[in-house]
């Protein structure tokens, strides 16, 4: 039962508790501490505050595992002429690596109601860092491609920028999905729809955007449980058949498919197929793309390993390591004869996950934070009731009462 406060003599009803902090948030982005005090001795009048909800190790792995097979991937891609086997890792890895960031993305998206507090995290730690590095991606084509008219455009995204106006889509319409009765099925009529319809453009990706939807929906749904089941033992054996019997399909189909299917970011019709192959291709490569997620999942550690503290900055080592890989087409480094053999191959693979591991380290976080994480707090009005339950708490610990 809460006590009324006495100001000036007049009763007043005690201000509404703060909210909790949700699933998704109670952990501060990327390894930053929460703001608020972080040292002295706590106030005896204030209320207890309950203790922070500590990270899951298995999601930062899962995350640090995933982006060091983005960066793989993009290391394979000029290999892939000369290499049946580096086509064939190259079509494995893009069938579920993205997907399962997806999913990730939208299994933390679980809270999101559009809350004052929750759009500002999106705006600061996704659509901020969406324009700046579309305009800095945009300058360093025109300065490494010796392209100087390369216009600037935040409704084209330029290389690996469409994931965060992806992602910010995708978590605006969060309540959506939880509004509907059927979400899965839905979001995948709109990917099937997207993939037959030529006409969608190029505005902010949206054929990707639509496509890749139903990933990040099935997050929204996904509970603890559900990772659970894929983290058993008997889960662990049963992906390994799987990922094999995917692997001799893939070194199949490297010379019968065109991979530009993984990327999600055509019609049927733009890549010269019949329509109705787009309906087929959506469902096949969505049965694909969650089984090998799934198992991809399944062998995530769940303890503490070394890596772990590099799951909270994947976003750095996602949008900085693009620099030095397209910086690797414009400088022609895949020309040298050396590059195109197995020893070649093995070495361009270290190299690329060694770079990607030290862009998600914390000394990169601290220079590039201002990027990724900027505060920003000048650009938003204060919570009224925030500010308030302060002024509240410092009058209740002043001297003399």
Known sequence: MSQELQTHGKARAPLPPAEPAEPSERQAPYGRKPDGPEH???????????????????????????????????????LRDGSRAAGALYILVYTFHMPAFMVISGYFSRSFEGKPHQLKRLLTGVAVPY?????????????????????????????????????????LTTPLWKAVRWPVPLA????????????????????????????????????????????????RLLALPVVAAALVFAYWAVERMNAAWFYHYNSAQEMGAPWWVGVIMTFALFGCSMVLTACFLAWVPGRRMWFTVLGAGTLYGYLLHGFVAKGSRFGDWYEADWVHTPLGAIGVTCLAAALITALCTRPVQRIFRFSMEPRMTWAFRKDPSAVARERERTHAASPGR
């Open 40 to 78: 002295g001795r706590p106030d005896a009048t204030a209320p207890e505050r309950p203790k922070q909800k500590q990270r899951d190790p298995f999601f930062d792995n899962a995350k640090y595992l995933a982006i060091v097979l983005v960066a793989l991937g993009h290391s394979w891609e000029p």
């Open 131 to 171: 324009v700046l590095f579309e305009v800095a991606y945009t300058l360093f084509k025109r300065w490494a491609d010796d392209d100087p008219q390369y216009p600037v455009s935040l409704l084209d995204p330029w290389y690996l920028t469409w994931f965060l106006a992806a992602l910010f889509i995708w978590r």
């Open 188 to 235: 995948l009529a709109i990917a099937v729809l997207a993939s037959v319809s030529p006409d969608i453009g190029d505005d902010l990706d949206l054929q990707r955007v639509l496509q890749f939807l139903p990933f990040f929906v099935i997050g929204l749904f996904l509970k603890p449980e559900h990772f659970d089941l894929v983290r058993r033992r008997s889960a």
